[in-house]
Nanobody
Framework: QVLLVESGGGLVQVGDSLVLSCAAS????????MAWFRQAPGEAREFVVG????????YSTDSVKGRFAISRDIAKSTVYLQMSSLKPEDTAVYYC??????????????????WGQGTQVTVSS
């Protein structure tokens, strides 16, 4: 059974930092692009940041540039989302996703094959 399990979400204050983790199991994701998406109530699922299988290419949406970063630890089959200077508009359920797409990092959720169950991040003002 293929699983992506997110952890690390919670309630934080404006300006705080938080690190989300996504642990993969059930198969190797070494050759997969990994990404974090988020979805606020009533909104579509939004690409946040992604990293290709080699770790050499990352993309992030404009609203989080300079504040969020993605990294992956192949040995631990884990992907991390480091978030800093959090804002109320960052409040959402954050999802980890994996997709086989060569060296690319796709922004469309349709290109990702595996998804985690999501972890809630709430930024309080």
């Amino acid at each position: 059974q293929v699983l992506l399990v997110e952890s690390g979400g919670g309630l934080v204050q404006v300006g705080d930092s938080l690190v989300l983790s996504c642990a993969a199991s059930g198969r190797s994701f070494d050759n997969f692009a990994m990404a974090w998406f988020r979805q606020a109530p009533g909104e579509a699922r939004e690409f946040v940041v992604g990293i290709n299988w080699s770790g050499g290419v990352t993309y992030s949406t404009d609203s989080v540039k300079g504040r969020f970063a993605i990294s992956r630890d192949i040995a631990k089959s884990t992907v991390y989302l480091q978030m800093s200077s959090l804002k109320p508009e960052d409040t959402a359920v954050y999802y980890c996703a994996a997709g086989s797409m060569g060296l690319r990092v796709a922004k469309s959720p349709l290109e990702y094959d595996y998804w985690g169950q999501g972890t809630q991040v709430t930024v309080s003002s």
